[in-house]
């Protein structure tokens, strides 16, 4: 299974490792991502999703359903 958020679609991010000479290498920045049971009250059930951690702030503060809709994402399939 890929590293990718589920709802958000957010994937690792190509970066450069700095040491204190300055020397540059590349670096791959993952994401965050948790395994969570999560309650969607509109479908009255509970739905297993792999969320990055700052989803999880995010559908704290605007609520799952909402959320999923506000992203185009159908939680029936899920």
């Known amino acids: 299974m ?13 970066g450069m490792a700095v040491s204190h000479s300055h020397v540059r290498t590349k670096k ?11 309650w969607w009250a509109e ?4 739905v297993k999703l792999r969320v990055a951690t700052r989803t999880l702030r995010t559908i704290q503060k605007k609520g799952l359903g909402a959320y999923a809709r506000q992203l ?5 399939k899920l």
């Open 72 to 76: 185009g994402v159908n939680l029936a």
């Open 43 to 46: 479908g009255n059930r509970w």
């Open 28 to 38: 791959l920045q993952q994401v965050n991502l948790q395994e969570r049971r999560l």
């Open 2 to 14: 890929s590293r990718v958020c589920q709802l958000t679609g957010k994937r690792a991010n190509n």
